[in-house]
């Protein structure tokens, strides 16, 4: 999940690298782009997303505070967000999988117990 997002938003951006340590605005506005996906999407912790980019929670979280006034101020990162968003499926499809990965859980739970209880 995690390079495939990388891959996703460095197609989408032209960033190199999206992991490099630069401060140059297009990495660092990549990056962004990178933590609200997995933010916002997969739902994973700012310590989860800081440990992943090699960075704290509170760099994640200064990161994401700006991002809305970004998006609505800035036409190219609205594009390159925009062009990743439809690159993922605006998360519909992590939606159906999530949702497809329950049932089959839920079928194997329910397998389980009655083969523990011998029905």
């Known amino acids: 999940m995690f390079k495939n997002i990388c891959a996703v938003v460095e197609n989408a951006t032209g ?27 997969y739902g994973l912790s700012f310590q989860r997303i800081g440990d992943l980019f090699d960075k704290n929670h509170a760099s994640v979280l200064h990161s ?3 991002f809305d006034f970004i998006l609505n101020h800035d036409d190219i990162f ?3 967000y925009n062009k990743c968003m439809s690159a993922l ?12 990965e329950m049932q089959q859980l839920q079928e194997e739970f329910l ?3 009655y083969n523990e209880n011998g029905i």
């Open 64 to 66: 994401l505070r700006d």
């Open 15 to 41: 960033v190199d690298d999206v992991m490099s340590k630069t401060r140059r605005r297009e990495v660092v506005d990549a990056r962004r782009i990178s933590f609200r996906i997995l933010r916002n999407v």
């Open 89 to 100: 499926g605006d998360g519909e499809s992590r939606k159906a999988q999530i949702i497809h």
């Open 111 to 113: 397998t389980l117990t």
């Open 78 to 80: 609205q594009n390159n």
